[in-house]
């Protein structure tokens, strides 16, 4: 039980003394990605030969107190999903990537001995050079032993907010207390008052970092301020964006700085009541953050009278079940006091009638990472990162067609060329990149001309895009713009929740649209009323899901106009994409004449004698793709 | 890869033993009462309720929902909208395997729609229907999993499996149909990786 500060320190320098030593570590991915890849049977592995004997005798040696750290530990998501598995060893600094069960007993020994595993380090695709993971984090600037060169998907990066995700078991507090955890909360419960925190978080010029990057202390100040005694601080879980799973791995990689984030912002504003509403449909981050709220409950680092001050704070949990808009900040609201998540008008601002009448502060689950090292390091610290107007590091979900996909965090205003061509390492099989939809469904996307353009609030809004919550989906020149922006309007139209007109009614007549230019049906009026469908929608909808509803389509109009009037002048789809513009035709040289095609043609289009060659009427043929399935020789082509 | 399989019973057992036993007849309101009395009969723990229902029975029978209503004292219309606007909740009885197809952003421009018709039409399954005849397999279409960098994924009762073919997820889909209603892992799952690396 933490009773005061000084309890804190002293629990910190037990567990730092434990987790610090050049003991040997193996640090096992146990994110979402390198899971599926079966790294829990690969952890399992490694703890039995820890076990069985070596690393297990080690720790017993080295530690006479009860707070020994695993030297196989499971970690958050370490970031180069694509190459999972992963493991890194500690203190060396290495990064093995694709990492199966089969592997433990080689990795062990190795590690036991000092040696490295060279057939599992990153290599670069193009060279075949191996590499060493991250520099970026504080206590590997000074290592002078690194015999490999820093992997490219790493150097750019700085991680301020994932700097434990990846490197510390997210279910023990004991690990996140070791690197310096609560520390922050510390600080701001015996050295600063409300009023200071509030001040400090609007000198940093930190921005909301779920999508519309509204400055955090402008809207605190707002709550602080309002003298109702019932207040509520939201952390909004709510992560739906297709394409973005950053807020889900930070939770999971790392509860208890979300959780720290989240009672200074309490305390900030005088909060006493903090809810967590996380979707259903990240199953790891509610198991973890739970753990989380418990472990700081039992420590007193949650509850009545923290660290033995006047602070309490209690917090509840929410789990979502799976709806879009509820990621709104009205909607969200709805669903915390159980009703159907339906935006209503803004004002009154949940920051002056919010759950239950009182004021209420949502913020990001980024958001709130940023606070414990703002309140430790200062405004002017934070404002020494990223842009002026854009301060400080941004969480990118890096997915699509693009070599590394994975978790990276950046300061803002990293150009999309650093992105995809360094840190992402470029398209796979040699292809063209396209475009990049960024900030997911209400998004827009970017092309080749953005490639230097610095990814923050500002200039994203300017190319007519968004930050978003993060998500950046690489597209190649196999991806129809046109399919792209059906889809997303597809998403959009039955998340919906159908309460104003503009935007239920619209994106329905948008979605038609598109469908019909997709199914070759499409004609140059069409794209006019897009437009104008699209413009309506923007300005008459509710809330933020419909105003932005239209981005993608105009976006893709503004930057992909020709391959539009391809579609529906042309009658062509330039990526080859789209079914309805598909051609078939039958390779005389291989078709035996088995006429397996002519009898599962639905529409009679193909014909030919047996054992000859047969033919496909372009005319009759309706696109379906029967026969390219059906033949057994390979004798149908699509073109 | 046994021990992958030994992995998915393990959690599966942990599972049916930490999940009160939902009862079919008879007391199911007793258990539906032991719920409500665990979320404090609160208003606005109701999406909370529903969720709890949805775990044990695997959708949300309609007298639950009405005695939900009437003990929360909202309307049973309201709870109705409640359970119709989340994507979570289903009114309809759920097969056995439930296969969530990803049709995430990432998921969708590297061919989840291929793996989705894959998928339907090696289960047989008529336009329109989610969940095959015999109760087995229902197939759903999800937003996206957060699994985004292993695209395209599948969910199969909480199992991930990543980076699908049409053939891979063909395949997964055949060793499940193979096991049949006796529930035995009589085969391991195909490792549903294609080597896209290296």
Redesign the interface.
């Known amino acids: 039980m933490i009773d005061s500060v000084l309890d804190l320190f002293h629990e910190q320098q037990r567990h730092a003394a434990a987790h610090t030593d050049a003991r040997p570590r193996l640090l096992v991915c146990a994110g979402t990605g390198c899971v599926a890849g079966g790294s829990l049977q690969l952890y399992q592995a490694l703890s039995r030969l820890a076990e069985a004997g070596g690393l297990a005798e080690v720790q017993m040696a080295n530690h006479e107190c009860d707070c020994a750290s695993p030297a196989v530990t499971r970690t958050g998501c370490q970031g180069l999903c694509a190459r999972g598995p992963l493991v890194q060893v500690e203190p060396a600094g290495l990064t093995y990537t694709q990492v199966r069960p089969e592997d433990a007993e080689e990795i062990f020994t190795a590690t036991l001995r000092g040696e490295v595993v060279e057939r599992l380090l990153y290599r670069d695709p193009a060279t075949g050079e191996p590499y060493s993971s991250s520099t970026s984090l504080p206590d590997r600037t000074d290592r002078t032993d690194r015999s490999y060169p820093v992997s490219p998907f790493y150097r750019k990066q700085r991680k301020l907010v994932l700097a434990n995700c990846g490197r510390i078991d997210p279910e023990r507090i004991e690990a996140y207390l070791a690197a310096g955890g609560y520390r922050a909360l510390a600080k701001a419960l015996t050295e600063m008052t409300p009023e200071q925190v509030c001040q400090e978080v609007l000198a940093s010029g930190l921005r909301g970092r779920g999508g519309a990057g509204f400055p955090t202390g402008k809207k605190w100040e707002f709550v602080r301020t309002n003298p109702d005694p019932v207040k509520y601080v939201v952390c909004n879980g709510d992560e739906g964006d297709p394409g973005a799973f950053m807020n889900g791995s930070l939770m999971e990689g790392d509860p208890h700085r979300v959780l720290e984030g989240l009672i200074i912002a309490g305390y900030a504003q005088g909060a006493t009541n903090g809810i967590f509403y996380v979707r259903a449909e990240y199953p790891l981050a509610v198991r973890r953050l739970k753990i989380a709220i418990a472990q700081a409950e039992e420590f007193g680092l949650l509850g009545d009278n923290i660290m033995g001050t006047d602070l309490s704070f209690h917090v509840k949990f929410k789990e979502g079940a799976g709806a879009f808009v509820c990621g709104e900040e009205t909607a969200l609201m709805a669903s915390v006091e159980g009703k159907r998540g339906m935006p209503r008008p803004k004002p009154p601002f949940p920051a002056v009638s919010g759950l239950w009448g009182h004021p209420t502060t949502i913020n990001n689950v980024e958001t709130l990472s940023h606070l414990p090292n703002i309140v430790l390091n200062g405004a002017g610290w934070f404002k020494s990162i990223g842009t002026p107007n854009s301060p400080g590091t941004k969480t990118f979900a890096l997915t699509g067609k693009i070599n590394n996909t994975g978790l990276v965090e950046v300061p803002l205003g990293t150009t999309l060329r650093d992105m995809v061509y360094e840190i992402g390492g470029g398209i796979p099989e040699g292809k063209a990149f396209k475009a990049v939809q960024i900030g997911g469904p209400s998004g827009g996307c970017l092309t080749e001309q953005h490639l230097d353009l610095g990814l923050d609030f500002d200039s994203l809004q300017t190319a007519g895009a968004m930050v978003g919550s993060g998500g950046l989906v690489v597209m190649d020149e196999d991806n129809c713009i046109v399919e792209v922006a059906r889809f997303f309007m597809q998403f959009i139209q039955s998340e919906s929740c159908g309460k104003c007109v503009a935007c239920r009614e619209g994106t329905k007549q948008m979605l038609a649209l598109l469908q019909k230019i997709v199914d070759g049906q499409g004609t140059e009026a069409d794209l006019a009323l897009l437009e104008e469908v699209a413009l309506v929608v923007k300005d008459a909808s509710l809330c933020g899901l419909g105003k932005t509803a239209a981005n993608p389509v105009l976006s893709t109009l503004r930057y992909f106009r020709e391959e539009y009037l391809a579609h529906v002048r042309d009658r062509r789809c330039p990526a080859h994409a789209c079914q309805a513009y598909k051609e078939y035709y039958i390779d005389a040289e291989k078709c035996t004449g088995c006429m397996r095609c002519a009898r599962a043609c639905p529409a009679g289009a193909i014909t030919g004698e047996k054992r000859m060659p047969h033919v496909i009427d372009q005319e009759k043929c309706a696109r379906c793709g029967a026969c390219l399935d059906t033949c057994r020789f390979g004798a149908v082509e699509e073109r | 890869?046994s021990?992958?399989i030994d992995?998915a019973r393990a959690a599966e057992a942990e599972r049916a033993s930490d999940q009160p036993s939902a009862p079919e007849s008879g007391n199911r309101l007793v258990f539906l009462d032991g719920i409500l009395a665990k979320r404090g009969y609160?208003?606005?723990?109701?999406?909370?309720v529903?969720?709890d229902i949805q775990e044990a029975y695997h959708y949300l029978p309609e007298d639950l929902l009405t005695y939900a209503a009437i003990a929360l004292g909202l309307k049973p219309a309201?709870v109705y909208?409640?359970a119709t606007?989340?994507?979570?909740?289903s009114l309809e009885p759920k097969g056995k395997y439930v296969v969530r197809i990803c049709?995430?952003?990432?998921?969708?421009?590297?061919g989840s729609m291929a793996v989705l018709s894959a998928v339907r039409k090696k289960l047989k399954l008529a336009d329109g229907k989610a969940t095959t005849p015999d109760r087995m397999f229902t197939v759903e279409v999800?937003?996206?999993?957060?699994?985004?960098?292993?695209?395209p994924?599948m969910v199969i009762n909480?199992q991930?499996?990543?980076n699908l073919t049409p053939e891979a997820a063909g395949l997964i889909v055949d060793t499940l149909m193979k096991r049949g209603s006796d529930g035995e892992a009589t085969e391991a799952l195909p490792a549903a990786?294609k080597e896209?690396?290296?």
């Open positions: 890869m021990t992958r992995a609160q208003k606005s723990e109701l999406i909370g529903l969720q309201t909208g409640v606007f989340y994507a979570q909740f049709d995430g952003t990432a998921c969708h421009v590297r999800v937003r996206c999993l957060g699994a985004c960098s292993i695209a994924a909480d991930v499996h990543p990786t896209t690396q290296r």
